[in-house]
T-cell receptor, first 112, second 113 residues
Framework: GENVEQHPSTLSVQEGDSAVIKCTYSDSASNYFPWYKQELGKRPQLIIDIRSNVGEKKDQRIAVTLNKTAKHFSLHITETQPEDSAVYFCAASPAGNTPLVFGKGTRLSVIA | EAGVAQSPRYKIIEKRQSVAFWCNPISGHATLYWYQQILGQGPKLLIQFQNNGVVDDSQLPKDRFSAERLKGVDSTLKIQPAKLEDSAVYLC???????????FGSGTRLTVV
């Protein structure tokens, strides 16, 4: 089955700097890669996703890149703000209506 | 649209007791997932329903966990008997047929003492 590795487990950045979180996956059949943000005590919320037919997707300060050959994808947050502080999870899923396999999460702290 | 509703929000039980969680998905969402999220980890799938049928329950500890979605809408997840290691947040998510991922509910935080 699919296995998703996520790095780093913790990340601290100064406000205004960029943050990058990286994930690798094992199943070459996976073609859907979402990123979730989870604030303390709250539900995971989808912030951006990418499908395997594109290499990059951007939404304001957030971007995701995908390298299918290397089986890795990354989340990029630019101009970080204190409210970006949360745990971020990457996930992967094969085609169709199948469940997600999550990474272990990255705790991002943005220091004002 | 209304979100995924879950109850109760919190539950504390003693080991070997039973507990049940309830989920009401977003209207029109045929797919429903139950995930277990242990502190410090990502959500792990327990079971996936498509309408009222089970699609994937390979990671559900069937000796103690059970789940049903009788009318293809609401779902319940039960643990009987509970163990200390079942302490976690139980998240329900739903999605439209053919789409992956889904929208999560707020979860039920279970503490087994």
């Amino acid at each position: 089955g699919e296995n998703v590795e996520q790095h780093p487990s913790t990340l601290s950045v100064q406000e205004g700097d960029s943050a990058v979180i990286k994930c690798t996956y094992s199943d070459s059949a996976s073609n859907y890669f979402p990123w979730y943000k989870q604030e303390l005590g709250k539900r995971p919320q989808l912030i951006i996703d990418i499908r395997s037919n594109v290499g990059e997707k951007k939404d304001q300060r957030i971007a995701v890149t995908l390298n299918k050959t290397a089986k890795h994808f990354s989340l990029h947050i630019t101009e970080t703000q204190p409210e970006d502080s949360a745990v971020y999870f990457c996930a992967a899923s094969p085609a169709g209506n199948t469940p997600l396999v999550f990474g272990k999460g990255t705790r991002l702290s943005v220091i004002a | 649209e209304a979100g995924v509703a879950q109850s109760p929000r919190y539950k504390i039980i003693e080991k070997r007791q039973s507990v049940a969680f309830w989920c009401n998905p977003i209207s029109g969402h045929a797919t429903l997932y139950w995930y277990q999220q242990i502190l410090g980890q990502g959500p792990k799938l327990l079971i996936q329903f498509q309408n009222n049928g089970v699609v994937d329950d390979s990671q559900l500890p069937k000796d103690r966990f059970s789940a049903e979605r009788l009318k293809g809408v609401d779902s319940t997840l039960k643990i009987q008997p509970a163990k200390l290691e079942d302490s976690a947040v139980y998240l329900c998510a739903s999605s439209r047929e053919g789409l992956t991922g889904g929208t999560f509910g707020s979860g039920t935080r279970l503490t087994v003492v």
